[in-house]
């Protein structure tokens, strides 16, 4: 089973930027499809980006789309989430899940295994 640990929320100013990291932990990377989701107060929660472990294919959210970007890096088991020009709707608890890979040569934002969730606040 593999677990995952998000770090690096807090609180920005809008237009600032921040990024969340993703340790992985249990098995390799290249076998699982990590996926940011988000939960805002009082809102579901909603995908937000995914890439693939095994060969990098992304996938994101119209909402973030030219913002944030994700990215790998095996070596390390960590997965990172770079949040540019965040705005106040981007507040909310982030969270870092896991599953094992579609068939498919897509990104699915689907989830199996969860970390605890970091909080990113944008707010002046």
């Known amino acids: 089973q593999v677990q995952v640990v998000e770090s690096g929320g807090g609180l920005v100013q809008p237009g600032g930027s921040l990024r969340l990291s993703c340790a992985v932990s249990g098995d390799a990377l290249d076998r699982y499809a990590i996926v940011w989701f988000r939960q805002a107060p009082g809102k579901e929660r909603e995908g937000v980006s995914c890439i693939r472990g095994s060969d990098g294919i992304t996938s994101y959210d119209d909402s973030v789309k030219g913002r944030f970007t994700i990215s790998r890096d095996n070596a390390k088991n960590t997965v990172y989430l770079e949040m540019n020009g965040l705005k106040p709707e981007d507040t909310a608890v982030y969270y870092c899940?896991?599953?094992?890979?579609?068939?498919?040569?897509?990104?699915?934002?689907?989830?199996?295994?969860w970390g605890q969730g970091t909080q990113v606040t944008v707010s002046s």
């Open positions: 899940a896991s599953d094992f890979l579609s068939h498919r040569p897509m990104c699915v934002m689907r989830a199996r295994w």
